[in-house]
């Protein structure tokens, strides 16, 4: 690391900052294409590192368990105030510290342990918080699962199958249902869902974590009018720190708000609360909706030039930010071509697909997504060249042909070295 950059910490701690610079490195050099991972903005950064971070402000701006908030209720009720003008909803929570307490805050505003809750399976693109067996939200809770279709249609191949999920959901009456997920590359329909949720009588949370950038810049339909809480994460496609929010109509405010303090969290993380408000205004300007638009115009052609090499891609390609390309036509499964890929300079994460064979830990899939590169200014134009890079190392994968996945990391940090991230220093 440059002394010069970090130089409290270059000269308090070496080592440590020698695993900072590595990580600079390998996030300049490499194509980074895991859909939940981007690049936040120089200002981010500095906001999220600041002395906010030395205040324990329990509580909510103006009702503080604790003196000396002068500051810190200004740079709360400012990133309150920025989310819910971004995405036009009555109140905001900016304080969960990430996604999964976030959506923990929803279960404990709107049901009791051993309630019925309704979300997407986790094999099948849903979330682990959406009542899955092996998270807390499934064995506190009665998680009952949707999924998607297996037809021979490629026109429904692949989609939610909203008339199943109206059927469990009648049959279930589920307290809540959740939308959203982490392996869903299509649009999801939030009227669909509000029909839904409005005939059993549940609570509606869209889980909007991987595409609230989309929807903030206008790339994905909201949902603000149709469901009863939106949850997210601030660090995916909206380009903010690590952390998450809670939004709702104003009849859930005080359910949500006591949920989340004093229910499950105690003082919030005001570094990133201040991480979060910059990312907010950030994501209000002009260039953030030609951002937003950008990552699905590269995702969709990133998906015609795989589909071209010969990938089956699940649903068929893509209408958001995410690519789920299912290898069991090729000769590797998803965890050796996520590491070959790895090892060529091309970061991604293996990922079930629906209806997998194979078990999670070893599964056929790879999940990529067009966040990142699209943060550093890559466009359509480079899609072709992106496809033939995973296309050549999962081919070298196969072959165990070491040497050509060298030279595919080498060819990856060329192209990468003229695209500079944002808040890294070295590229
Ligand atoms: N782990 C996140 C993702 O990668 O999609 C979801 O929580």
Redesign the pocket.
């Known amino acids: 690391m440059s002394a010069s950059r970090h130089p409290a910490l270059s000269s308090t701690d070496p080592e440590l900052a020698s695993y900072v610079a590595a990580e600079e490195v390998l996030q300049a050099e490499t194509l980074r294409l ?4 981007n690049y936040v903005s120089a200002a981010v950064l500095e906001a999220s590192g600041t002395v906010l971070q030395n205040k324990y402000s329990e509580g909510y701006p103006g009702r503080r368990y604790y003196e000396g908030q002068q500051n810190i209720d200004r740079v709360e009720a400012l990133a309150v105030e920025r989310a819910k003008g971004l995405f036009g909803v009555d109140h905001a929570n900016v304080q969960p510290y990430s ?2 307490p976030a959506n923990l805050a929803v279960y404990l505003a709107f049901a009791q342990p051993g309630d019925t809750v309704m979300g997407m399976a986790l094999p099948m693109g849903g ?2 918080t959406h009542g899955w067996g092996v998270s807390a939200t499934g064995s506190w809770f009665r998680g009952v699962q949707y999924g998607v279709r297996a037809t021979a249609d490629p026109e429904t191949n692949g989609l939610i199958d909203y008339d199943a999920v109206r059927d469990l959901a009648l049959a279930e009456r589920p307290k809540l249902i959740f939308c959203g997920g ?2 869903l590359p299509r649009t999801i329909d939030f009227a669909a869902f509000a029909e839904i949720a409005r005939e059993a009588g549940s609570v509606l949370v869209a889980d909007v ?2 595409i609230a950038g989309l929807i903030a810049g206008g790339a994905h339909p909201s949902p603000a009018e149709h469901v009863d809480v939106i949850s997210t ?1 601030t660090h ?1 496609t909206l380009r903010g720190p690590r952390g998450a929010m809670l939004m709702c109509r104003e009849e859930h405010a005080k359910a949500i708000d006591k949920a989340v303090f004093p229910g499950l969290q105690g003082g919030p993380h005001n570094q990133t609360t201040a991480g979060i408000a910059v990312a907010l205004h950030e994501a209000a300007q002009p260039s953030f909706v030609r951002y937003a638009h950008a990552v699905v115009a590269n995702a969709k052609a990133l998906a015609a030039a795989l589909l071209e090499r010969g990938f089956d891609l699940v649903s068929g390609g893509t209408d958001n930010h995410l690519v789920l390309i299912d290898l069991t036509g090729k000769e590797v499964p998803g965890k050796v071509a996520a590491k070959a890929l790895d090892r060529a300079g091309i970061v991604v ?1 293996y990922n079930t697909v629906p209806f997998d064979p194979r078990k999670p830990f070893d599964p056929s899939g790879i ?1 990529i997504g067009t966040p990142s590169l699209t943060s550093r200014g890559l466009s359509t134009e480079h899609m072709p060249l992106v496809a033939d890079w995973i296309s050549r190392a999962v081919d070298a994968a196969a072959k165990g042909d070491e040497q050509a996945l060298r030279a595919i990391r080498a060819e990856v940090a060329d192209l990468m070295a003229a695209f500079p991230a944002p808040g890294l220093p070295l590229s």
């Open positions: 895991i859909p939940s991972e996604g999964s979330h682990l982490t392996a974590a991987h994460t995916k994460n999940r």
